[in-house]
């Protein structure tokens, strides 16, 4: 009887062994493993807009073009860092590395939080795409990370050239004093004093619960013709009341500012006190290409009719240089083969033409000069002048 089995166990793999030389055996198929994307935004706190809104564009983008590239599924794995406190941030990229596995890091909404997770992603190797904290130097604090979002320091210098070159003479610079806000300040600063413009004072508020009153009065009694102000998306609203309230526009003060203090998601709720305000960013809502109609109707749809801002551009257009880099390495989701992928890749965005720095890893964007103007019963931020394919100046 042992025997008998035996035999039999020959001939079926002697079998199995004819029809695999000829190529007519079935191989076992292997579903490939998802790619796992740890985002870290602030859903909760003072800056939960930006998370808001990332969440919502990383949604959209695979509504769109599907859960599914290159053979590999793309797994998101949401984490709230609440947006103020860079130790959590580590926190949570350690555990998404380690315990989760992901093989990419994203999102990270301001400046020290994207420092935070910089050592993790260089000791695991893992890709980190900054979809939206802005200081110049964060691509420099790790290899592996790459930016989708923007830099302070380019969004601020056409618009210091522009007030120089408008006449301007003299301005106020009021800033958040963190990273970005100071990167903004001194290219201001420098743009504008190099233009002929004069700086009679420069001021920097406290990120964590401001009081802007004390510092406004200063500007108030400062007199200069013009008030130049970079606060992080979510404080806009609150610099733009005070300023109308504490009588600086009536004291023929001009406000200009960053397109952070006109944020599109809130510009809606600020209403006529930002009317006739002149900004620069690298997005607005009101972008006139049909790339970013279609952006704006399908994120409004998607959305219960939010109005997309620039932080869901940053968000999209991240989601969008990973598929496209994992469509150059076939599915291989190795830190060191997608970061190599990432480099010089070039699209048209909902903003306009974008391109990553091969070198620096960074954006290389239009930046637009926008007027606040009422369209259609809404206030917007409508471009009418560009600095083209301009790249992060530094600081």
Not at 194 to 211: A, C, F, T, W, Y
């Amino acid at each position: 009887m042992t025997n008998d089995v035996n035999t039999h166990r020959r001939h079926l793999l002697l079998g199995g062994a004819a029809l695999l030389g000829s190529g007519l055996l079935p191989l076992p198929v292997f579903a490939a493993e998802p790619v796992k994307v740890g985002l870290i935004i602030p859903m909760s706190g003072p800056f939960a807009s930006t998370g808001r809104q990332i969440e919502a564009a990383v949604k959209l983008y695979q509504q769109i073009n599907g859960d599914t590239v290159a053979g590999r599924k793309v797994e998101i794995i949401l984490k709230d860092d609440g947006g103020v406190a860079p130790d959590v941030t580590k926190r949570l990229a350690q555990e998404l590395v380690s315990r989760d596995h992901v093989q990419v890091l994203a999102g990270f909404g301001l400046t020290p939080l994207a420092f935070a997770a910089a050592p993790i992603a260089t000791q695991s190797k893992t890709p980190m795409i900054v979809m939206a904290a802005a200081t110049s130097v964060i691509p420099q604090r790790s290899p592996f990370i790459v930016r989708t979002g923007f830099t302070l320091a380019q969004v601020t210098a056409p618009l210091a050239d522009w007030a120089a070159k408008n006449k301007i003479k003299s301005a106020v610079t009021f800033v958040s004093d963190y990273g970005p806000g100071i990167d903004a300040e001194k290219v201001f600063v420098k743009r504008f004093t190099e233009g002929g413009g004069k700086i009679l004072e420069s001021l920097r508020v406290p990120l964590r619960n401001p009081d802007y009153a004390p510092f406004l009065q200063r500007v108030k009694d400062a007199k200069p013709e013009a008030l130049f102000v970079f606060v992080p998306s979510g404080e806009g609203a609150a610099v733009m009341k005070q300023f109308t309230e504490r009588g600086l526009a009536a004291a023929g003060i001009r406000l200009i500012c960053t397109g952070d203090v006109l944020d599109d998601d809130l510009l809606p709720s600020i209403g006529l006190a930002a009317n006739g305000v002149i900004s620069s960013h690298h997005y607005s809502a009101a972008h006139t290409s049909q790339e970013n109609k279609a952006y704006v109707d399908a994120f409004s749809k998607a959305n219960k009719g939010m109005r997309p801002n620039f932080h869901s551009v940053g968000a999209y257009d991240g989601m969008h240089l990973l598929y496209e880099a994992l469509k150059k390495t076939d599915g291989n989701s190795d830190g060191e083969k997608l970061i190599e992928a990432m480099k010089g890749l070039v699209w048209t965005s909902a903003r306009g033409p974008v391109t990553i720095d091969p070198v620096t890893r960074d954006i290389v964007q239009n930046v637009y000069i926008r007027k606040a103007e009422m369209r259609n019963g809404e206030m917007y931020n409508i471009e009418f002048d560009k600095v083209e394919k301009f790249k992060d100046p530094g600081v």
